[in-house]
Nanobody, 111 residues
Framework: QVQLAESGGGLVQPGGSLRLSCVAS????????MGWYRQAPGKERELVAR???????IYADSVKGRFTISRDNAKNTVYLQMNSLKPEDTAVYYC?????WGQGTQVTVSS
């Protein structure tokens, strides 16, 4: 059974940073691509970043240069380091593994 558990969200001021974590179980993590998505109120869920098993990364244009996705295969964990946060980054952030989703973690950027 695939389980994805996100953590690390919270309230942060504009310009601040957060690091999200997603611990995966029930999958061959080191062989798997993993992704972070987000969904803001009234909007569709969108891809934020993705990392392949070979550590190739892709990012949404809106987060390039500010967010970094990484993985630790020894811990079955994928991270999303978010810097220079903006109010428009406010959303629920979800970890993704091939159609499987975690419960999400709320990120709110506000002064």
């Amino acid at each position: 059974q695939v389980q994805l558990a996100e953590s690390g969200g919270g309230l942060v001021q504009p310009g601040g940073s957060l690091r999200l974590s997603c611990v995966a179980s029930g999958i061959a993590f080191r062989l798997s691509a993993m992704g972070w998505y987000r969904q803001a109120p009234g909007k569709e869920r969108e891809l934020v970043a993705r990392i392949s098993a070979s550590y190739t990364t892709i990012y949404a244009d809106s987060v390039k240069g500010r967010f970094t996705i990484s993985r630790d295969n020894a811990k079955n964990t994928v991270y999303l380091q978010m810097n220079s946060l903006k109010p428009e980054d406010t959303a629920v952030y979800y970890c993704n593994y091939y159609g499987n989703w975690g419960q999400g973690t709320q990120v709110t950027v506000s002064s």
